[in-house]
């Protein structure tokens, strides 16, 4: 009897075993990155290290995502497990800008505004793709001041992190930044790869060396405006490229920057025709007058000086909630480094590499 119940047990224990070690080999990398996550800033700002697939490549070769919702059934099918998901991007308003050191660096500053956000450093390396960093709004994915992701358990959402970026840069040095504009939300309808905001930018971000190569892939692709909303965004990369891309009645337009000229962007539509309609007028002001004075010539800590001079922290006209700056982040574009500010501290940067 006792023999028959030893061999029960050990018989419990190898399956136990097997059972375990397929888990691991299942879902090893995607407990290798929730398992990276780590805070870096009080304010709410956390890292993660992407070991796992995030299907960019499958989501592009079944044809893309025309919504939300298909982004976030591809989400919940191929990186969640089924856990459900609901993305919530809400309004918010940006600065962003180009400028060159005195040694020849080619600098893409951006600030990240909005009611306050949870936020994530989000580094990623895929097979096929770029290495990047980029700065991801975890809001998006349900997190809160009251829900963050501190233990395994919570850090599980994070894994949806590289779609919900909103700036970012990739070790070829190209950059973006999404911006909001308020009306009525881009919807391209053709034979093109379909695409959402965020998964376009995820995709320019894994595949695009340079601004050109960027531009390409949007006017081969359809843009689907996020959250009942619409967007423009400023490109730029480490040749000293820079391009705002706009839609206008569903087509696309580029606002390439002139040679030796300056470019820089808020939350208004800057296309000859429908030039100035949106807000932002006030900080497109101070981004023109620095950069022009100095010629557009910048360091990183005065570029992020720049950030904060056009940083917001008022009440909002249109919701009656408190707008303030959730993130200010100085890339190098030329080495590929990132300077970032959480919550308004200037007194306290945060320095990323896509070296290290």
């Not at 020849?104 to 994530?120: A, E, I």
Request: net charge negative.
């Amino acid at each position: 009897m006792k023999k028959t119940i030893k061999r029960l047990l050990f018989g419990l224990l190898a399956v136990l075993i097997i059972v375990i070690a397929a888990f691991g080999l299942m879902f090893g990398k995607e407990i290798q990155t929730i398992a990276s996550i780590k805070k870096v800033d009080v304010y709410g700002m956390y890292s993660i290290e992407y070991k796992a697939d995030y299907g960019l490549d499958k989501l592009v070769e079944s044809g893309g995502a025309s919504s939300d919702s298909e982004l976030v059934n591809f989400v919940v099918g191929n990186l969640l497990k089924g856990l459900p998901l609901k993305f919530n991007i809400p309004d918010f308003g940006c600065s962003t800008f180009q400028a060159k050191t005195d040694d020849g660096d080619w600098l893409f500053g951006r600030n990240y505004d909005l009611n306050y956000v949870p936020s994530m450093i989000v580094k990623t390396n895929p097979k096929n793709g770029y290495a990047s960093l980029s700065v991801a709004n975890i809001s998006v994915l349900g997190y809160d001041a009251d829900k963050l992701p501190d233990n395994f358990a919570s850090g599980i959402m994070s894994l949806a992190a590289p779609y919900v970026m909103m700036d970012g840069m990739n070790e070829m040095g190209f950059s973006i930044g999404v911006l909001l504009i308020k009306d009525e939300p881009t919807q391209q309808n053709t034979d093109k790869l379909d695409l959402t905001t965020t998964s376009a930018m995820r995709w320019l971000l894994d595949k695009a060396a340079n601004v050109e190569e960027a531009i390409t892939m949007l006017e081969n692709m359809d843009m689907h405006a996020s959250a009942n909303a619409s967007y423009h965004f400023q490109m730029a990369d480490a040749q000293g490229n820079s391009a705002v891309i706009e839609y206008i009645d569903n087509e696309l337009r580029v606002i390439r920057k002139e040679p030796d000229g300056l470019q820089y962007l808020t939350n208004f539509l800057i296309s000859e025709d429908v030039y100035g309609f949106g807000k932002g007028q006030d900080r497109y002001e101070i981004l023109e007058n620095t950069l022009t004075q100095n010629h557009g010539i910048l360091s990183e800590m005065e570029s992020m000086d720049l950030l904060q001079a056009v940083s917001q922290d008022k009440i909002s006209e249109d919701t009656g909630k408190q707008t303030a700056t959730q993130w200010s982040v100085v890339y190098n574009n030329t080495k590929k480094t990132a300077k970032i500010v959480a919550g308004r501290n200037y007194d306290t940067v945060i320095e990323v590499s896509l070296s290290r």
